[in-house]
Nanobody
Framework: QVQLVESGGGLVQPGGSLRLSCRAS????????MGWYRQAPGKQRELVAA??????TNYADSVKGRFTISRDNAKTVYLQMNSLKPEDTAVYYC?????????WGQGAQVTVSS
């Protein structure tokens, strides 16, 4: 089992920045993929950014150049969000995949509004 705890959401004005953090605990393996997904009201959950244990990253086109995913160990991943737009408003979920299984965090609300 793996537990994911997210932090760092909140309300920010357009053009502002936020950083989300996700810490994994439990049965942690060094081969993994961790990512951030988001779901806005009435929309499907979508991938925002992901990073593997080897450091390979990928981003949704809508956030390229504005968001950066990073990690400091096998347990913690961050999402630095800059130049935020109202359309970035959503619940952001942390996800971890390892050994053929997938786990989700509880979600962090990000609201971009003036």
């Amino acid at each position: 089992q793996v537990q994911l705890v997210e932090s760092g959401g909140g309300l920010v004005q357009p053009g502002g920045s936020l950083r989300l953090s996700c810490r994994a605990s439990g049965n942690i393996f060094s081969i993994y993929r961790m990512g951030w997904y988001r779901q806005a009201p009435g929309k499907q959950r979508e991938l925002v950014a992901a990073i593997t244990g080897g450091g390979i990253t990928n981003y949704a086109d809508s956030v390229k150049g504005r968001f950066t995913i990073s990690r400091d160990n096998a347990k913690t991943v961050y999402l630095q969000m800059n130049s935020l737009k109202p359309e970035d408003t959503a619940v952001y979920y942390c996800n971890r995949e390892q050994e053929g299984s997938s786990w989700w965090g509880q979600g962090a609300q990000v609201t971009v509004s003036s």
